[in-house]
């Protein structure tokens, strides 16, 4: 309530004639508002109390008492600033105010409305630029804090704000590092909307400004803003602050105007109007120094109407340029192998060591459990002595023959790596297993299975098979494909071949280099490059004479030693010791051994000559810098090419497995299957030899219910099966691919159903093969038969397994089969001889044309030189050898025609009855 002096109010009565006290009071306060001092001097010329009341009434009203005013007649009113009287809000609409008298008179009522308005505080937290941006996370406070930070800090006390002003509440801007502060107001008449909020922002700026405050995260201050518009509250993802903003309106503000209106919230470097287009609003574009500069400009005017013209304000999406990628990008034929070298550069540094760690694990049975000594120990002490072991396969009674072999094998592993070692024998002769148990003691030990390899499908799988084997991990096998496809796209831009593909043989090569790093770290030899073989074996000795010494000592003398030397403070000179033994000395047992088992398994393939090239160079290394061991295993005789070319003017060191014996076959089964319960094992075994796999079947079968002659029987048919599909096959495809005729093979068959073995020269001179060897090797390699050398060269020819002795006679008990191949062997050397008396006949004719017809020399002379009678003669004699031939051919075919013609009608009997 405010409360006017009677005198003053009778003045004003007096000066607004006609009008009630209210509404001259309205009309004074108003007036005294706009030119207050002016006023009040027109007051004291009618008269001096009366303007005396008046003025001492105007101090009594708060509205008046947020200036000074100062004349010559009146002191200055009071310029504390006091809030307006408590209002109190009706229906969200009006504030009522009453004047009344000191009597306590109503006199009348005025509404004054109350408004809101909002404040924007740009420094509240941090700003956030990106997806990527933790430090919102990180420092963002919570509501009730920044609320708590507004009202106490921030805003001015209400007490100290004019208009009645109230704090409504906050609204964070999460991404543009600022908040918004709603507020209510009421202001009088005689002020305007726009003067009221600048005021409001006057004061809360200098109460910033007065009290300093700083943000610890930025050490930057906090600024007020009043927002003048709508701001457009969005939380999308992909929209965050920038220096730059677009200004879109549709009326007329120049670049003085727009910097009138956004140089308040920062310094601007630039504005920039875009051309306009047709029914399209205006933009512009403003840069700011300060990215907070934009977010405030953005939160304050957006929405804002300017002179009648609406603005909408928004981050403007920039594409950053890089200078570097620029350059790069422009640059291909420099950049493509700059990138590759960096790519190059980080693989060696981070992902070959790992390659190297995970094939020195795999070398060593780092991580595997079974063999730590310690549970080797275990298992042998308590399930070990509970079950009884197995006996292994190679050192069972059956191959008991080849312990020459493995002893002869095990020498050549305690000698310094110098030169290659190589396994032959028959598939399934137990190649495998030999070289397994022989080299059971070693603790360094790497396989290449060879069949799987040759077995690969692709490029692809080849490597991942071979990386997965050794340990090289990781692959990426996908960026070599992504590698090519770049490749192809800059050749296609450019015109040439970036070099990023990486060929088969690149990747192959990286595996095994990265395999010989890996190897070198195992082994005792590695520096040893450059030492000669003799050195490294007195090396080799000298530890085996060490191992020896302290064995046959004892533990326990060796611990008695060791404390001795402890308590004799002889830690030092122990040390040294052990350092000195070790320089001199070189365990065998940690030298690394490469097995490649089924080296060269396959000759053809589309990667077949590439992986046995490299595999034997590969290896060649590996022996030459005396590194590692290397044993190759083979069932093709011809495996020693490649070698002897990757590793010339050396020996290597062979071992050829034959097949066992009938009597250590015959042990063999014996210790699988009882004697008693089946007594004619030993007519069974005769016939399926000592090939272990064909053992190892046998017994399966038999124990598997099977009798003994039915699973020979079942064993015979698949050798006769496997026979007649690998020699006999008529197909015109597949007759390319072999290198002899079903006739030459044929040859060979009927003598070997008739012996178990043939001598090689009888056979070479057979008419079917004239002295030509490549049938035969062809032969052996498709393991149809075995050659036996003697003194280094080929001596006899046998059945390639065993069984295929009683599978080559079953074939020739065949008599259609046998008629048919007679016929064609027959009609074969038939030709071949009426291919020579053509030849003989042909040479006769031209002896003749020498001859007058009277049957004188045709150079004179009336009798034939005897060197071209014995000419003559021979060539008869050779017609008629092969005109004997031919009949005997003849005579062959025409009873092979019988015979066939027989068998069919025999046949047909059968069919009909």
């Known amino acids: 309530m405010y409360r006017v002096a009677a005198s003053s109010e009778a003045y004003l009565r007096r000066f607004y004639t006609g009008t009630t006290t209210a509404t001259a009071l309205t009309r004074l306060t108003s007036a005294s508002t706009s030119n207050p001092t002016s006023r009040l001097r027109l007051y004291s010329t009618r008269s001096t109390a009366a303007a005396a009341a008046a003025a001492q009434s105007i101090r009594s009203i708060p509205l008046l008492q947020h200036r000074s005013y100062h004349t010559p007649d009146l002191p200055s009113l009071s310029t504390r600033p006091i809030a307006f009287a408590r209002t109190r809000r009706v229906h969200g609409a009006n504030i009522r105010r009453r004047f009344t008298s000191e009597a306590e008179t109503t006199i009348t009522e005025e509404e004054l409305p109350l408004k809101y ?45 004019p208009f009645h002003f109230k704090i409504g509440g906050i609204e964070p801007r999460l991404k543009d590092g600022g908040m918004f502060v709603h507020f209510s107001y009421v202001h009088p008449s005689s002020y305007t909307t726009k003067e009221a909020l600048k005021e409001i922002e006057s004061r809360c700026e200098q109460h910033l400004m007065s009290h300093g405050h700083y943000m610890w995260f930025n050490f930057q201050k906090v600024r007020a803003f009043l927002v003048k518009g709508s701001p457009f509250l969005e939380d999308m993802a992909s929209r965050y602050p920038n220096k730059r903003i677009r200004i879109e309106y549709t009326g007329d503000l120049g670049v003085e105007g ?110 595997n459990v079974n063999e730590y000594p310690i549970l080797k120990w275990l298992r042998k002490e308590t399930v070990g002595r509970l079950t009884r072991s197995n006996q292994d396969s190679l050192q069972a009674t059956g191959w008991r023959e080849r312990e020459e072999d493995e002893e002869k094998l095990r020498v050549w592993l305690r000698n310094p790596p110098e030169t290659f070692a190589i396994v032959q024998g028959p598939r399934g002769a137990g190649k495998t297993d030999m070289v397994e148990y022989a080299i059971k003691e070693k603790t360094h030990k790497v396989f290449i299975r060879c069949d799987e390899l040759a077995n690969a499908r692709s490029e692809g799988e080849l490597l991942s098979i071979l990386a997965k084997q050794v340990g090289y991990i990781p692959l990426f096998q996908f960026m070599s494909t992504l590698n090519n496809l770049m490749d192809m796209a800059i050749t296609a831009t450019t015109g040439q071949k970036a070099g990023l593909s990486a060929t088969f043989e690149g990747q192959l090569k990286k ?171 030993m007519k069974c075994v005769k016939i399926i030899g000592g090939r272990l796999t064909d053992l190892e079947l046998f017994v399966q079968k038999v ?105 080559f006679q079953d074939i020739l008990s065949d008599d259609g089969f046998a008629a048919v191949m007679d016929l064609e062997s027959s009609t074969v050397l038939e030709k071949d001889e009426m291919v020579k008396v053509a030849k003989w006949e042909g040479e006769l004719r031209e002896l003749s044309s020498l001859l007058h017809h009277d049957g004188s020399w045709i150079f004179g002379g009336g009798r034939v030189p005897k060197e071209v009678d014995a000419r003559v003669k021979w060539l008869m004699k050779k017609l008629q050898e092969s005109h004997v031939k031919i009949e005997k051919y003849e005579q062959e075919i025409a009873q092979a025609k019988k015979s066939v013609a027989t068998l069919g009608l025999a046949a047909a009997g059968k069919r009909s009855s």
């Open 117 to 161: 308005g909002m404040l924007y505080f740009d420094n509240a937290y941090p700003l956030k630029v990106g997806w990527w941006d933790v430090r919102y996370s990180l420092l963002r406070p919570g509501w009730k804090s920044l609320e708590r930070k507004a009202k106490n800090e921030l805003v001015p006390p209400e007490n100290g704000m």
């Open 511 to 681: 595996i095994l280099e990265t395999l010989t790093i890996a190897i070198q770290q195992t082994s005792p030899t590695k520096d040893m490059s450059n030492v000669s073989p003799e050195a490294i074996m007195k090396k080799i000795e000298y530890t085996l004479e060490e191992k020896a010494r302290k064995a046959a000592s004892g533990s326990k003398s060796d611990t008695s030693a060791l404390v001795n030397n402890l308590n004799s403070d002889g830690h030092q000179k122990l040390k040294k010791k052990k350092e000195k033994e070790e320089s001199k000395g070189c365990d065998p047992d940690d030298i690394p051994v490469v097995i490649i088992d089924g080296y060269m398994s396959r000759e053809k393939g589309p990667h077949a000559k590439e992986l046995w090239t490299f595999l034997a160079d590969w290896a060649a290394v590996l022996v030459e810098n005396h590194v590692a061991h290397v044993i190759f295993i083979s069932n093709n005789v011809t495996a020693s090419k490649p070698l002897s070319k990757a590793l010339p003017n050396m020996t290597f060191e062979t071992i050829v497995l034959s097949d066992a014996s009938l009597d250590s076959a015959m042990e063999f089964v014996y210790k699988h299957l009882d004697k008693e319960e089946y007594p004619n094992l």
């Open 258 to 367: 727009l910097y009138a209106l956004f140089r308040k919230y920062g310094k601007i470097v630039d504005i920039v109007q875009v051309p306009p287009v047709k029914d399209m609003p205006k933009q512009a574009i403003i840069q700011y120094t300060f990215m907070r500069a934009s977010t405030s400009a953005k939160n304050c005017l957006h929405g804002a109407e300017v002179n009648g013209v609406t603005l909408s304000v928004n981050f403007e999406r920039t594409l950053k340029t890089n200078v570097i990628w620029d350059w790069l990008s422009n640059h291909p034929r420099l950049s493509v192998p700059l990138g590759g070298f960096v790519l190059a550069g980080i693989s060696l540094m981070i992902f070959d060591p790992v390659r190297i760690f995970s094939m020195h694990a795999k070398i060593t049975q780092l991580f």
């Open 703 to 807: 124990k598997s219910g099977m009798g003994p002659e039915d699973a020979v029987n079942d064993i015979l048919g698949r050798a006769v099966i496997e026979v007649r599909k690998s020699a006999f096959d008529f197909d015109a495809s597949d007759k390319k691919s072999l290198s002899w005729t079903p006739v030459q093979f044929w040859a060979v068959l009927r003598q070997l159903a008739v012996s178990d073995s043939v001598t090689y020269d009888e056979l070479k001179i057979h008419p079917l093969f004239k002295n030509d060897e490549s049938a035969f090797s062809a032969m052996e390699q498709a393991e149809l038969i075995t050659i036996g050398h003697k003194n280094g060269r080929p001596f006899s020819v046998r059945p390639g397994k065993p069984i295929y002795s009683a599978a």
